[in-house]
């Protein structure tokens, strides 16, 4: 028994096999969350480059700004379709709540990586303090997204007539309010259809986000990262909740700036 | 042999603040790039140098994130580019979708 452990000990070259190592320097749990964001970067990619295929097989409108109205037969203006704020009725300010949501989401980016930082310093009142900020601005980009898909779904005041074919395959002719997966008064079909799923997508993930981040903070309030010796885990949520600031900084320019 | 277990009491180390300043650093860059964004998306005349800029920073503000905010930048080189070599396949998707798109456009509109 003896023998056969000094041989692993003095061996650097059987070291390698040896157990104890760690492959890329990095622990098992960081490894594995890098490889799944890998993967959820394309799935993400498969989403917003569709986005950009069926977006080039529209024309985009064209007239001045002043004069757009929605239509299936063109892609329309981003800051023409989201220039609603909550509480201020029938104000034209476009990209304002989305830049604000974009804002929420980046400071809570930065309070998820100050968190982190005191994780590897073994402060447990820092970590329990940034994580309450990065679950608050979590929250709040969700209940904003709320907002944002409600405004979507209903509607402007005056609506658009568009010719379109119904779920019954009747071709009509109607004023069109909001949006659903068959006609929108902003554009194609497509349009909202693209804006469903690949914001649904990703405030699936930032819902995901809120509950591990929640799960975070109060296993660090309790003190279960000072019995488990390490702050780690802070580290592997830090990651998947960057990721999720990632993807919102390409559908931002996907879909609202472009 | 070093063995890890299961501390009750871990010492705190006190706060490093050259870190911390480059958090924060980080956080304004992305920020100015954001509102630069802002800005061009009301300023500049649609087109396609527009969106190519958009795209740069886009691409910029990523690898902010990715390699300050996600410490990427601090793994192993091995680590790095098993991450960033396979997204290099997205671009033959962009390139593949946007042709097909193009194509389409040209049998619908014409």
């Known amino acids: 028994m003896s023998a056969h452990s000094t041989a692993i000990g003095v061996s650097s070259k059987r070291g390698v096999w040896g157990g104890g190592n760690e492959p890329l320097k990095a622990s098992y749990g960081k490894l594995m969350m890098w490889f799944f964001l890998l993967s959820d970067i394309f799935t993400f990619a498969a989403f917003l480059i569709t986005y950009i295929g069926i977006r080039v097989s529209y024309p985009a409108y064209a007239g001045p700004a002043t004069d757009f109205v929605g239509s299936n037969e063109y892609w329309p203006i981003p800051e023409l379709v989201f220039d609603a704020i909550p509480f201020v009725h029938g104000v034209h300010l476009p990209l304002v709540f989305v830049g604000l949501m974009t804002f929420i989401l980046i400071a809570s980016s930065v309070t998820m990586v100050l968190a982190v930082e005191a994780g590897h310093r073994n402060d447990r009142n820092d970590v329990v303090k940034w994580m309450l900020w990065t679950l608050f601005g979590g929250i709040t980009f969700l209940g904003c997204q709320a907002w944002e898909w409600n405004h979507f779904i209903h509607g402007s005041d005056t609506g658009a007539v568009l010719n379109y074919i119904n779920v019954f395959s009747q071709n009509v002719t109607e004023t069109v309010f909001g949006a659903n997966l068959v006609v929108n008064e902003y554009g194609p079909a497509s349009f909202a259809n693209l804006f469903f799923f690949i914001t649904g997508f990703h405030g699936f993930h930032v819902t995901i986000g809120v509950i591990l981040l929640f799960m975070v903070f109060y296993q660090a309030a309790v003190g279960v990262y000072d019995r488990r010796g390490h702050y780690e885990m802070v580290e592997k949520v830090g990651l998947y909740w960057h990721f999720v600031d990632l993807v919102w900084v390409f559908v931002f320019t996907l879909f609202y700036l472009i | ?110």
């Open chain 2, 1 to 110: 042999m070093d063995i890890q277990e299961n501390k009750s009491t871990l010492s705190v180390v006190p706060r490093n603040d050259d870190k911390i300043k480059k958090i924060w650093k980080t956080a304004l860059i992305l920020l100015l790039i954001t509102a630069a964004e802002f800005v061009m998306a009301f300023t500049m005349p649609r087109g396609i140098l527009l969106y190519v800029l958009f795209m740069v920073l886009t691409v910029w503000k990523a690898k902010y994130i990715m390699m300050e905010f996600m410490h990427l930048g601090d793994e192993v080189k091995p680590l790095i580019y098993s991450i960033l070599v396979p997204i290099v396949f997205l671009f033959w998707l962009i390139v593949v979708l946007v042709k097909e798109g193009t194509v389409i456009f040209s049998l619908r509109w014409y």
